[in-house]
């Protein structure tokens, strides 16, 4: 046992003290952590709803309710692992440059301590800055990508930086290797009939949201290994992957999606994979009910600690 | 490319000028249009929950989110088809036979102006109106019908116009061919244990909710067919078809319902018949959250018009 | 046909009077009843979010959507039986012991009359009051129960009495059988990492939720029937089985759950056991929206009495 | 102390059993008592936001807080009268003269059982059925009406029986003496510029919004005293009287209107009055939050109530 | 009569066609008109709850309710006035200088046409392009100024362009004269707690909401025409002056506001002055509820909407 | 300057790092604080809606948007005052006496150490057990009870300990001296006409809500510090206190109350006053909207502590 447990519900109910992530300790900094858990309430790339700034703070108050054992995995994530939870980083909102700046700052610290970073969005476009801090670390890294937008965009509203865009980006300034990445989940209407070619050009596998109902998570999770091979992975998780009715509280939702128990499925499938980073994101509370959004969200931050854990004790 | 293009999203973010469907054009009638958007604001014949008035407002204010392109039908909508939102045929609250007379009026507009009207309901009385619009243009037509009641009823309330009512005026006045229509995801408690055997005796084929969770939607896109044969087809959509997780914002929910996946794939094996008309109907917003019920059908109706961008496009 | 029938929807539209469960008669006593509704407002013992104490209400007030014919059990429940709506147990919030008594005496007059007790939580903490009262009338009973959570603490917070105790607290007093029991859909992140051995060890049989999601409702019929065996029936069902998605409205909401279609299909497919009470609890209102929670608890319920039409019809 | 006392709290906490108006107990008819409490759920009429169906079941379960005791007025309203909940009218939606009917009729019963109807609607359109009774029993009566509409129309949507016609309706059947009655509190925007000199023209007394604003409570007792001299009184209350603040579950919400504690104050001072009835219109719970205009309406009607305990009383 | 009526409530009902202002006509330029309704859906200056980019459409669905007739002022704008919806100005969310250039060439182009802006925000700091624009036609304007915050930083975030400081801005760009100028409402608590006093030293006169409560609406109304004299008006209404009680549906509500009627009788008060501009800004949709804030929004524009009306008049 | 300044907003955008209230730094005990915010989470004790004891947790988070100085006390809480946020008390639910404990030993540490407890509750009851600790500290204090419950009754639902209790015992236990107490606000319905009466033989004064609408803020002042005189005071308030349109988040308001800006002003008018301890109570988050119930509380809280820099500011 280590010093980083939440306090014990027995002695402590869990609607105690919830301003952190699943009620861990506080840290400064993430010097001898194993993961770090960081907020980035940036929305000011939102095209459609905002209200992601508070999807931290959403994700963090309802992440009370989970607690440390995933028996499917066969762990306890606070046993095996030292986490704390870092705060936010301090956002400028409608200063996207400024806002990167911030953003790969933290990750670096965070990185340069030893820690796998843990962001909670914000919206997509947080995800560029910190792949800006990964690739300063580990270089270029695959990136695993569950969403139903490709986020590919050249521009939206003929401006290069927004949550529509950060792949694009991040392509361009080298920080991901497309021949390793991919992304699933994507469905819904499109500007571009060729968005899923153009991402091809682009060197990324697509598996679309109709191709991915016709798979099984554990063939998912082969495909995925194949293509990830021993790069370095970067995982992001866009919220809307999952279908309105198990996540409404987003900004862009998509008809067509998958259930609270595939999304589960999926990251579990992939637990052998090396990971730099972890985020999810687009969690907007000001359209969540009854907090199941942030529950889900809180729920796939806790599967991927799971795999960290995972990982930890398979390797003692 | 034509002139009925919604304004680009990129140099108009979607929140933009929100009030007609997908941002198309306003039209003051129907002349030299492939399809028409006509909202029926009529919730007078709600059995339970009203607020079906607010449907056509709620799904033209989210289907702003909707982009022209159906990768899965391979079409570009406002490419192959010219548009317009007509507006909402002036109901008049309270006094059904008016507005099933106001209804038919501006549905027969559309139709002798050779455009396929898709109407936003309103509750599901309305469709009686269109039916007698349709008639008049085509003779009898079939019926498909997704919805989890039959609306077969003779009397509700001791009255014959109502929205459990439609189909049955429907067919005493001989509007539809019974022997060509079809009827699925009918499910819930009843009032009468033999409604289904009513609705074979008059001539219809049905689909209980339970035997369609049993067949694919490559199975039922054949039975329709061969149902349907060369009949000239009146699609009916009633947003309770969906399970309340998805479609919570109606007014006779009913558990045991669709994933928004299967609404997608049904309607996308059908994309060969000949249809007269489309309305989806029972959307309601007071009872909706996160617009998630109205996005729904806003994708719904997108859908059909795919398939007609779809037959466009073969059959140039 | 007897007299204990709603009103009819024909004459009275179902938003009136829509106080009682489905509309039905209220009574003073069980007496000459085949089943009696029971409300048991109680939600003191919840650990984290509390409201269950309006569970009654809520459904009571949605279930004037339910009619009285179950097709797909082929029975009209209020022609083959005799039931009513028996108001609520008058629980003290904050003191559980208090509160049980008066839910084991309320009880043991329904069961003394030879009703059938269908209760409306409240909590899962009154199902221990429920337990008490049916062991006096039939001894050890065995335990079917669908949830989310195993309920087995030995303590929550330090203290015996709480809604994640009961079942521990029923073996000890010996009010139901383990080796007959059956718990199902267990999921979520735990305490312990043993739960699913601990309750083996007391005796029970644990299909977790990632198991259960493996296996046909038949399937799953057969399983518990073999457990089961001829031992009379308690049938306790936490609304948190189902998914967030499908039941945002109850106090400790855990993702990866199921459908509603799935949740009826398990109930028809214990249609044959013989049961000696029921409860639906953990109906949350105030984290409900539109009350499709409470709509799927109201028909869970409306499911069990099926079966007791269904069962009182076959034996006729 | 009679037979119609609701449970003590002490006994039976007020979230218990809270289908009727202040758990009152439920009566089949008005024999025997002093006042009679009935909803009347039809809101067919609306112009605007319908939703008023639900309104009687939404006052009914949050009156449950309600107490006994309006030390105001120095009463006890249980001790001094006999009331209980009659129930809902049967309306008929979408067939208002069938349910004007329903209401009339039930209206009379009460009236010639010599109880006092309190009725709880449902939009405007139902006072009229209401008057029609009334002037049956007493001929034509005093009209005290709050409200921030006249609700004079002629036709609405070119018809002549909706939520803004009632009073129009009943100064042509000469149910109502325009002389001795009086409006107050209309104001917002309006159709016709003239609104109040048609109203003064058609023989009403009209205190808009504007003007009640500049005047004590007391002084509008006086006003209104000096109005109604010793006519039977028929005071109907639509909720929108109050501003959209503290009543924003209504149909059609007036800006610029009353606090809660000015509709006390103004009810409590016509304490003199000899009424013949009351109604409280216009509450939508779907349009409500945390129920609190279900709640001022629950205590406008606990007001009337104790309007008639301090005239019981005092004549003892 | 004029050709920009909207349609009549009679033939058809306010719940029809809801997509723009009053449902006046849809205009694409302002040439002949009185006034043009101009959406700026921006709030990506926000620095708390974002939101208001939906305030355009949620005022104008709500502004449906609204009537021509101010019966207080004594017109009817319709009749008086022509005017109609320009729809919204093309906004960049992220990029407030392109979306200040977009914003001040709409309403350069307006106002060159002759008619008076009335625009819906959007965060309080598309403001400051409005008075770009209004500067280059009139020259400094005085400001009127309803708020509960001063907006008169010099940085937020360390940022100049913010909707904190966008009249800062407008004094160093010389658009407004402060010596003319006049805020009012401020209260709640401070980062600066000399931010009166600076406003002082920039010249500007100050009502803090402790002063303002204590004034009648006509004092006020002497005041601020004495302040401003002749000077040309630009008046801008922040929602968050009312009362959270009256207008929860902001981004950064301030408690010990005004009331709905309070606001009304304040701009009826200031009838006689000369208007070169207005806007209502900062109504928030996803925080509102039962659109009363957006309802009240929509009701300051209708009172500036009857200024102007009254003007012409009186000018006849 | 101190080291217990929030972060400023400058560099932190207010909606980063929320938990905890008006984001001052954790600290583990009041060493060397002036004042010490502690969170009560307890709502076992509520007689009707629960949901308090995430009430500390909504005040916390929405108290982000408070700033530190208090313009019309004059001062700066932040320069004036050392103070942290403690974290909650760890309550044990349906444990009412534990909680008492847990509640008595966490404020006999802050009074201890020197600090004024200000206490986010919870239900009313939790206030019983900051008295014991009051008690300990400085003997029998006076009590400033703002609510509109006088919470004196002897039991509730038969019980001794409840939120309508807690005063009476904290009598019978001698911590107050209900000679230099007063109770403000009290209203509607009650189970016993003799409710003020019996405060009055208790010793205690009361202004029922009816009286309190009459006199001034400053006459209020007057008449609490003549009761008061130099006794040591515990001000506590209770959140029903205001209108339900004010502060609909609570579990049982009562209408006809007061204004955000009233209770702004009563609690400047005892700044004079030599407190002991605060406490706000009875916020539930469940039933608020837009959080404006929780916002008005993190005022109350604040102007109390605005008190507490005035007088320290006046003693220098």
Do not use: W
């Not at 919206?123 to 695993?144: M, N, P, Q, S, W």
């Not at 063939?219 to 995925?224: F, K, R």
């Not at 990251?267 to 359209?287: H, Q, T």
Request: glycine share 8%; proline share 6%; net charge negative.
């Amino acid at each position: 046992m280590n010093n980083y447990q939440p306090p014990s519900a027995s002695g402590s109910p869990r609607f105690c003290n919830m301003g952190r992530f699943m009620r861990l300790p506080e840290a400064k900094n993430a010097e001898g952590l194993d993961f770090a858990i960081l907020g980035i309430p940036f929305d000011t790339a939102a095209s459609f709803r905002p209200g992601a700034r508070f999807g931290p703070n959403g994700i963090r108050n309802i992440s009370a309710m989970i607690k440390p054992n995933n028996v499917t995995m066969g762990v306890n994530i606070m046993e095996e692992l030292k986490g704390a939870d870092l705060g936010d980083v301090d956002v400028i909102p409608d200063y996207i440059h400024e806002t990167y700046s911030a953003i790969e700052e933290k990750l670096t610290e965070v990185l340069n301590a030893g820690a796998v970073p843990i962001s909670l969005g914000g919206d997509h476009a947080v995800t560029l800055g910190e792949l800006r801090a990964i690739y300063k670390k580990y270089g270029k890294v695959a990136l695993v990508h569950f969403d139903s937008h490709l986020d590919l965009c050249d521009t939206v509203f003929g401006q290069k930086y927004n949550h529509g865009t950060p792949f694009r980006r991040a392509l361009e300034e080298r920080l991901i290797d497309p021949s390793c990445s991919i992304q699933m989940g994507m469905r819904g209407s499109l500007y571009d009939p060729d968005d899923f070619k153009i991402a091809a050009d682009l060197g990324f596998k697509v598996i679309p949201g109709d191709e991915l109902h016709k798979i099984t998570p554990e063939e998912l999770g082969e495909i995925i290994k194949e293509r990830v091979g021993d790069m370095k992975v970067f995982l992001t998780f866009d919220i809307d992957f999952a279908d309105p009715a198990y996540a409404p509280g987003t900004g862009t939702p998509e008809v067509g999606g998958f259930t609270s128990f595939e999304v589960l499925q999926y990251i579990r499938n992939i637990k052998d994979l090396s990971f730099a980073g972890f985020d999810i994101v687009e969690v907007a509370p000001p359209y969540d009910h009854s907090e199941i959004t942030a529950y889900l969200a809180a729920n796939i931050a806790f599967e991927f600690m799971s795999i960290l854990a995972y990982q930890k004790k398979k390797n003692k």
